[in-house]
């Protein structure tokens, strides 16, 4: 526990998102998600590493059949399994300037997807360097640097169960 409060010295002020807002985030869209693929045929692709933690909860708060797969951003030329016909879901963490998931878009529904949706638990829409929606949306935030919950700065802190601002001191 000393070192998690450690972790949390290197938080500017008060929390962004505590870990029982992410809960309750992460149950409704859950929800959503099962409502919007029931019947289809749905594969679930978590973006590693960052979205892991979001990835696990979100898949056990939908109510659904799904096959799952995995992809390091270096990879997505070629890791994922055949996708042809498949209503896909990719989990993400973060999504900032949307180059990489937009590329990623394109290129999975080149290899025949029925479908493609994005979900990702915090959205940086000021960022955007090109037009890409995202369907399922956690918490949209400002343009700061953050951490927890699966996000990191220099591989650290992604295991604090709330998401806070990483001071500048710790990153400059």
Avoid at 98 to 115: D, H, I, Q, V, W
Avoid at 129 to 147: A, M, Q
Wanted: net charge negative.
């Amino acid at each position: 526990m000393s070192e998690q409060r450690k972790m949390y010295a290197d938080l500017k002020d008060e929390l962004l998102i505590t870990r029982d807002q992410i809960a309750v985030r992460v149950k409704e869209m859950g929800a959503e998600i099962t409502r919007d693929f029931e019947g289809k045929d749905l594969t679930v692709i978590c973006i590693l590493k960052g979205a892991v933690v979001f990835f696990v909860d979100l898949i056990r708060e939908i109510d659904l059949p799904m096959t799952m797969d995995f992809m390091a951003i270096s990879s997505y030329g070629s890791a994922t399994k055949p996708i042809n016909g498949k209503d896909v879901l990719i989990i993400e963490d973060i999504v900032d300037s949307g180059m990489t998931l937009s590329f990623l878009k394109e290129n999975l529904l080149s290899r025949g997807a029925a479908s493609l949706h994005i979900a990702t638990l915090l959205d940086k829409p000021e960022r955007r360097r090109v037009p890409l929606h995202v369907d399922y949306s956690g918490f949209t935030i400002p343009d700061e640097f953050v951490v927890g919950y699966g996000l990191d700065y220099a591989e650290k802190y992604r295991n604090l169960p709330d998401i806070g601002v990483l001071r500048p001191e710790i990153y400059e």
